[in-house]
């Protein structure tokens, strides 16, 4: 590290140089960053702080971006930028120690990829669908609206039809859920 110039992480230090020709060098707008009050500032946190132009720290930012010391993202009111984290893609607060994920912790994309949970969302849609085409034939009925009787017959049969399908395949969920826990060893969970 070069005299004056605030402490930062090294591999941060080995990857901004110092430019004399200004007053505010990078190393002091990394600073700024990490002694934030949140794990994450905007282009106006940096100018108050800083004292510098709002262009001025955007091409700042955008420079430190270029070469992965910071990360950042469209905010509500703006871009937000944080210090570039090894165990996180997002802003880390300082005093939150990241771990590793827990083996029995499942992801969204984990839980959505597994076969019941595909199934019960077919069940669902193939449900809705079904009741939606009772609800024609009960409102044309109640309506009095003329309808041809082979037209009306195939809707009720294909929302009964759907309905059916949405137990089945409800119940297909179910029992390759259970299977599944078992070849796991894990215990379903439905007694005490």
């Known amino acids: 590290m070069s005299?004056?110039?605030?402490?930062?992480p090294e591999w941060i230090d080995e990857k901004i140089d110092v430019n004399e020709r200004r007053e505010t060098q990078d190393h002091h707008i990394v600073d700024a960053i990490q002694t934030a009050p949140r794990p994450f500032v905007s282009v106006k946190y940096l100018m108050n702080k800083l004292g510098m132009s709002r262009q001025g720290v955007k091409d700042r930012l955008d420079l430190l971006e270029e070469i992965d010391v910071v990360s950042s993202c469209q905010g509500a009111n703006g871009r937000v930028y944080w210090v570039t984290n090894q165990v996180s893609k997002w802003p880390v607060p300082p005093d939150v120690e990241v771990g590793p994920k827990k083996s029995d912790e499942t992801t969204v994309s984990e839980f959505i990829s597994q076969t019941h949970v595909q199934l019960a969302v077919i069940a669902l849609f193939i449900g809705v669908g079904g009741s939606f085409l009772i609800t024609v034939f009960l409102t044309s009925t109640a309506l009095s609206?003329?309808?041809?009787?082979?037209?009306?017959?195939?809707?009720?049969?294909?929302?009964?039809?759907?309905?059916?399908?949405?137990?089945?395949?409800?119940?297909?969920?179910g029992v390759y859920w259970l299977f599944d826990r078992v070849q796991r060893h894990e215990s379903p969970g439905l007694g005490s």
Do not use: C, N, R
């Open 3 to 8: 005299d004056g110039l605030p402490d930062v």
């Open 145 to 173: 609206v003329e309808i041809p009787y082979e037209v009306m017959d195939g809707i009720v049969l294909l929302g009964f039809l759907s309905s059916l399908f949405s137990v089945l395949f409800m119940f297909v969920a």
